[in-house]
């Protein structure tokens, strides 16, 4: 841990507000970082935390307001004409975005990329700039990768790696990392979180680390201001702001992100979803290779993996949209396939990731949510049983008039809940049902849930690959990698005691709070 | 940013509303020759003079305009009700046979030069509006077939396809009820932009005298006529050059118009 008081400020944020077209966004925000210090800035989506990175780096949109003082080493950036912020950017401040997939150009080849930010800086000859582009890029750890790859021959992680080494490029003072890790799986967040953190003591560099993960900045940051509504309500040093927790906002967002274990297992009934050594190749890749289960009725089963390990090949063979290469899929004792009957079908639904792109947005609410009804016949009281299904998530009848665009985020994947509900479904797949949601909204879904579980005795395939979701929502998980599950058993057993090794590098990587700074405050604990 | 919409908007207006009117109305007959008349200067009678038959040339413009749209619109509504399905079977059965053959057999259309071949067309089967509509309407329907796959293809990747699928929905369903509303508006855009060349298209048939057939008016047709007395009265072909010219720009205007204000990310950033 570093000093608490920061001496002479690398960056020093006064009062900073922005509002754009009339609506304020940013209100008196004001925070320093010290060179060679990590700042954390937490908070959920809309809170202004992504905004206060583009105030600072100059990128706000034209139409907006700005007020305050953004000063590196005293030099205020706000009354900076363009060309001065141009040559700032990159040479003084770095940047690393969320999204390692489209931050990079797919045309040009990493080599290229990282020269080119070296050239337009500082007078250097084509192979100087391809020199401290091959050393920078040895610096993230991608010595074994040669400088004329393109990005498409990466993997995410590699991506994210090539965009650190374009924001270090010029070794600047302060590196700006937005949800750096987001976008990655577990296991290799734990790897770019290290490099980051390796960063910066080697190089000297401040970080301002923004996040919506609690986990993330306790094991990274030295201090942490939690935003909300742009302003910040708390910031202290990383401990003492975990130990006090004084904002009530601060205790929220920690409860939200810690969702207590299962309580009792809830008793088994007969089986409802049965896979029997089920494979999938696509060519020569094995995307699903042997893969068997029971669900049961009123039973939650997760499973676990990391992006490629074959969920969503899974999903949609269990779904019966895709044919199984191999093995067999039984639903309700129908075998289920692309040729099923559609009054078959019914009996299981899903919910997808991505509240914005589950729904045509050119529908109204009532008939998005009635479009199962296709399954078994349009039933005389649909307008009813839509109804019924909008109330039974938590939304208003009056909703259903509507369009998706007029909802959250949260009250969409509740839209998506009561879609799936509507023909009364023995099964729910749940595809990283509630991945995309802020903590707290999370929370309020996984209730809606574990509810309509116990009214209706629904069964659940829970498949994330968030940890801490899965240990809160299921009674048994299945742990998959590369198309086989390598771990299968009771979720707290498994957790507890994993088996594989591949498990328990899941478990270990997941960012955590030290337990000790939590004294009094959550019941729940990892280990 | 609306402007261009609201200036092509208004443009095309003007000579739609001139081609209904001429429907029902026209200031002079124009199957009616007067030959004593011929070639006036623009009076109150005839504001726009007389052509070389004495015929009046406001007449002649509505009813040119009339002939111009009919067969640009007949032309494009081809393309869509043949086009549109062929690409959305092509998205929907995306790196099938079926997609290859649609879209292949798009690309040896696309492969022929368009105007040789309606002149072709027309020289063959005879000089008519009617063989004019078919000559245009065929090269529009792969531009149609594209323009729909191209917009179906990501949708197909989207969540709510596939909650569609698990609701038990066939392609053909899916196509109907998710796809083809949401690329309405490629539709509508593109369209428009058909529609202008269209208009053009039927010009140069005309020109060449493979169009409209005299008595019917049109404006290809009326610049032919023009064409050897382009020194001593030059407004006869000056007036339906014009009118070719602001008709077409309105449209595009119109398109482009219309693509901004139908893109939502566009709506956004732009206001």
């Known amino acids: 841990m570093s000093a608490l008081a920061p001496c002479p400020s690398l960056l020093a944020i006064d009062g900073l507000s922005v509002a754009i077209q009339g609506t304020d966004l940013l209100r008196e925000v004001s925070f320093d970082i010290a060179p060679g210090e990590v700042m954390g800035l937490v908070g959920e989506s809309g809170s202004g935390k992504s905004l206060t990175a583009l105030a600072i780096m100059g990128l706000l949109p034209d139409s907006s307001d700005m007020r305050g003082a953004v000063r590196l080493e005293g030099a205020d950036l706000t009354v900076l004409p363009e060309r001065a912020l141009c040559e700032m950017r990159g040479r003084d401040i770095g940047m690393i975005f969320q999204e390692p997939m489209t931050a990079l150009n797919p045309v040009h080849t990493i080599g290229a990329q990282v020269a080119e930010t070296v050239r337009l800086h500082r007078r250097a000859s084509r192979a100087e700039a391809r020199a401290i582009a091959r050393d920078r890029l040895d610096r993230v750890g991608l010595s074994h990768i040669g400088l004329d790859r393109y990005p498409h021959e990466l993997s995410g992680g590699q991506r994210q790696r090539v965009c650190i080494a374009l924001a270090i490029a010029l070794r600047p003072k302060l590196l700006i990392a937005d949800e750096p890790t987001t976008a990655l799986d577990v296991t290799t967040q734990t790897q770019i979180l290290d490099l980051l953190r390796d960063l910066v003591r080697d190089e000297g560099m401040a970080l301002l680390l923004i996040t919506h993960d609690l986990g993330v900045v306790a094991g990274m940051a030295d201090r942490v201001a939690v935003m909300k509504s742009g302003q910040i309500v708390e910031s202290d040093t990383t401990e003492a702001l975990f130990r006090t927790m004084r904002h009530p906002y601060t205790r929220a967002l920690l409860a939200a992100s810690r969702p207590a274990a299962r309580v009792a297992p809830s008793t088994v009934g007969a089986p409802v979803l049965e896979a029997h050594d089920v494979a999938r190749h696509y060519g020569a890749t094995r995307a699903v290779d042997g893969v068997s289960f029971t669900l049961h009725a009123g039973e939650s089963l997760g499973l676990v993996g990391e992006s490629g390990c074959g969920k969503s090949t899974l999903t949609r063979v269990l779904l019966g949209l895709e044919p199984a290469d191999a093995g067999r899929v039984s639903l309700l004792g129908t075998p289920v396939g692309p040729e099923m009957p559609t009054a078959a079908r019914a009996a299981q639904q899903v919910v997808f990731q991505d509240p914005y792109g589950s729904f045509n947005p050119r529908w109204r609410v009532a008939d998005l949510v009635a479009e199962p009804f296709h399954l078994t016949g349009r039933p005389a009281d649909a307008e009813a049983k839509v109804i019924a299904a909008l109330e039974a998530v938590g939304l208003a009848a009056g909703d259903a008039r509507k369009y998706p665009h007029a909802f959250s985020g949260g009250q969409r994947q509740r839209i998506a809940i009561a879609r799936a509900l509507i023909t009364r479904p023995k099964v729910l797949i749940l595809d990283e049902a509630v991945s995309a949601l802020d903590v707290r909204v999370r929370a309020q879904v996984l209730d809606v849930l574990s509810d309509l579980q116990k009214r209706l005795g629904l069964s659940y395939v829970f498949i994330s690959h968030d940890l801490s979701v899965v240990r809160a929502i299921t009674d048994r998980v299945m742990v998959m990698q590369s198309g086989r599950i390598v771990e299968e058993g009771v979720t707290n057993e498994v957790f507890f005691n994993p088996q594989a090794a591949y498990t328990a590098a899941l478990i270990n990587a997941a960012p955590v709070i030290p337990e000790a700074w939590l004294d009094g405050h959550v019941g729940w604990s990892w280990a | ?271």
Do not use: C
């Open chain 2, 1 to 271: 940013m609306r402007v261009s919409l609201v200036i092509g908007a208004m443009l095309s207006a003007v000579f739609v509303s001139l081609a209904a009117v001429s429907l029902l109305w026209l200031p002079y007959d124009i199957t009616v020759l007067d030959i004593a008349g011929r070639l006036h200067p623009p009076s109150a009678s005839h504001w726009l003079g007389t052509d070389h038959f004495g015929r009046d040339m406001v007449a002649m413009l509505m009813a040119g305009a009339r002939t111009s749209i009919a067969v640009a619109l007949v032309a494009v509504g081809i393309g869509i009700v043949f086009g549109v399905p062929l690409g959305l079977v092509a998205a929907a059965y995306r790196g099938t046979w079926l997609d290859e053959a649609i879209m292949r057999g798009n690309d040896l259309v696309f492969a022929f030069p368009s105007l040789v071949i309606a002149i072709l067309i027309t020289a063959v089967f005879g000089a008519s509006a009617v063989n004019a509509i078919l000559a245009i309407g065929i090269f529009n329907i792969p531009v149609f077939a594209r323009v729909a796959r191209g917009g179906a293809l990501p949708l197909w990747t989207l969540d709510y396809i596939l909650a569609a699928r698990v609701a038990g929905k066939g392609r053909a369903r899916i196509s109907a009820e998710h796809i083809l509303p949401n690329i309405a508006n490629l539709l509508i855009v593109q369209g428009t932009i058909q529609f202008s060349l269209g208009i053009l298209a039927e010009a140069a048939l005309s020109y060449v005298g493979l169009g409209a057939q005299p008595p019917m008016a049109s404006w290809g047709r009326m610049l032919a006529d023009a064409q050897t007395m382009i020194y001593t009265e030059p407004q006869l072909a000056i007036l339906p050059g014009m009118a070719i010219v602001l008709m077409v720009l309105g449209l595009n205007l119109m398109g482009d118009g219309l693509r901004d204000a139908l893109d939502p990310r566009l709506r956004k950033a732009g206001m």
